[in-house]
């Protein structure tokens, strides 16, 4: 996105990111056979959101559950947000899985699609 919110949950911020992955060629390509909902949750707040991609559409909302879950205090939501990649974050104990752990690494390059999309960019 070209400006980075305070967090990847606020209002209006995961809507806009998946109409910038529905009109994006390399998510296209990486889910002609997806079925996936990727959820966020705030670890302190408990406040969540979650981005569905099928092989037509590229959805977002706040309530209900996924298969799996990134979960991240502030900064790491932040972070996510600004473009920084979630398996760093992962990688460095600031972001967790929580769920289908297997359905999360199964999907990682189409994860990584849809989130590269959050990095700021020059237009």
């Known amino acids: 996105m070209t400006t980075a919110p305070s967090s990847l949950l ?4 995961l809507p806009a990111l998946a109409r910038r992955a529905q009109a994006d060629g390399f998510v296209a390509r990486h889910r002609t056979l997806a079925h996936l909902r990727i959820g966020f949750r705030h670890s302190e707040t ?3 959101a979650w981005i569905a991609v099928t ?3 590229i ?3 706040q309530a209900g559950d996924a298969p799996f879950t990134f979960v991240g205090d502030e ?3 932040q972070a996510l947000a600004s473009g920084f990649p979630f398996n760093r ?3 460095q104990h600031r972001l967790s899985v929580e769920g289908d752990l297997r359905a999360c690494v199964q999907n990682w390059l189409l994860i990584h699609a849809v989130l590269r999309l ?3 960019r020059s237009e």
């Open 75 to 77: 900064s790491a939501l």
């Open 46 to 48: 408990g406040q969540r």
């Open 59 to 61: 959805e977002a909302g």
């Open 118 to 120: 959050c990095a700021p």
């Open 55 to 57: 092989p037509d559409t």
């Open 89 to 91: 974050l992962v990688r």
């Open 10 to 13: 606020d209002e209006g911020y």
